[in-house]
T-cell receptor, first 114, second 114 residues
């Protein structure tokens, strides 16, 4: 079945540091890929998405590129802020299947210190 | 703004006392989901509605049930809450008429069982 493996945390960075959170996937068909962010006590927010190979999703300074050859969708940001502290989930939907269920990675807790 | 709304945000119930959580959406999406999330783990899908069709996950306990009286509303009923049911419950929606099949989440209801 489909699966998502993402870098285990916690990750602790200083403000303005470069962020990478690795994510790789296993799926049949042609999945859509997502990064969701969850701030403490809140629901999940869609951060960015990519629906086909070589697509780059971007939002709020975060970027991720859909790499079919390496089955990866790594999240990057050039300069993190304290307000980026949250849990980040990589996920996929296998639109080639008959359902629309999200498969999540385990999540990565990011803490950014001033 | 179009959104997913969950009420209440915090719910306290007694062991064994039935409780209902509600979700509404203004996105006019045809698919609605209920997730259980514990301790910043990845959300665990309990069930989803594709239009009026109910789809239960194989490992969802019988104690959890759902109703979707119309497109906009969906309810989660926990018939006899146990201490292990204390968690964040997340509602999400998606549409099969767009691209990417991304899900949009509500802010969640934090359930405490005493």
């Amino acid at each position: 079945g489909d699966s998502v493996t993402q870098m285990e945390g916690p990750v602790t960075l200083s403000e303005e540091a470069f962020l990478t959170i690795n994510c790789t996937y296993t799926a049949t068909g042609y999945p859509s890929l997502f990064w969701y962010v969850q701030y403490p006590g809140e629901g999940l927010q869609l951060l960015l998405k990519a629906t086909k190979a070589d697509d780059k999703g971007s939002n709020k300074g975060f970027e991720a590129t859909y790499r079919k050859e390496t089955t990866s969708f790594h999240l990057e940001k050039g300069s993190v802020q304290v307000s980026d502290s949250a849990v980040y989930f990589c996920a996929l939907v296998n639109s080639g299947g008959s359902n629309y269920k999200l498969t999540f990675g385990k999540g990565t807790l990011l803490t950014v210190n001033p | 703004d179009a959104m997913v709304i969950q009420n209440p945000r915090y719910q306290v119930t007694q062991f064994g006392k039935p409780v209902t959580l509600s979700c509404s959406q203004t996105l006019n999406h045809n698919v609605m989901y209920w997730y259980q999330q514990k301790s910043s783990q990845a959300p665990k899908l309990l069930f989803h509605y594709y239009d009026k069709d109910f789809n239960n996950e194989a490992d969802t306990p019988d104690n959890f049930q759902s109703r979707r009286p119309n497109t906009s509303f969906c309810f989660l009923d926990i018939r006899s809450p146990g201490l292990g049911d204390a968690a964040m419950y997340l509602c999400a929606t998606s549409s099969d008429r767009g691209s990417g099949y991304e899900q949009y989440f509500g802010p969640g209801t934090r359930l405490t069982v005493t």
